[in-house]
């Protein structure tokens, strides 16, 4: 009992072996039936299942420094910051309040802001029409190289 009122506090998801249960801060409880093959951990972890998307906040940045990967960042190179997905994955971010698209590589690290999943260049922006707002709402698929796995940020 515990675990759930500190979730309840903290806005976060708690699947054991048998429950998914899903949380917004101050909100009630969202429980779940889970399949054994969803529950990844033990008991009591707080685990979730990859996805096949993740969907999200998206910001474009515009750096001619180095990246995490340790190239040079290129504002006008289809490439793109992902907290978790190796360097060199290729995604597709699908734009969804207009339903443009473009392929990035991951090739940095971040976004760092709570909600945000994924930053990318500015052409990338461009390309698929948020420069001027600075933030949209996209879906996040992986395309291409890269063994990674999306986790959290679910598109429902």
């Known amino acids: 009992m515990a ?6 506090r903290q806005g976060r998801t708690w699947l054991s072996s048998t429950l998914k249960i ?9 429980v779940q039936p889970v399949s054994p093959t969803l529950a990844s951990g033990a008991a009591g972890t707080a685990k979730s299942a990859a996805a096949s998307a993740q969907c999200g906040k998206a910001s474009w940045y515009a750096l001619t420094s180095r990246t995490a990967s340790g190239e040079m960042a290129n504002p006008n190179g289809m490439t793109a910051a992902h907290r978790t997905l190796p360097f060199g994955t290729m995604v597709k971010v699908t734009n969804l309040r207009n339903g443009k698209s473009v392929q990035v ?4 690290r971040g976004p760092f802001v709570k909600g945000r999943v994924i930053d990318v260049t500015k052409a990338a922006a461009a390309k698929i029409g948020f420069v001027n707002s600075g933030i949209t709402s996209v879906k996040v698929e992986i395309v291409g190289k890269g063994s990674g796995k999306l986790r959290g940020y679910e598109c429902s």
């Open 105 to 108: 590589r991951i090739n940095d």
């Open 3 to 8: 675990n759930v009122c500190a979730l309840l």
């Open 22 to 30: 899903t949380v917004a801060v101050g909100a009630l409880a969202l």
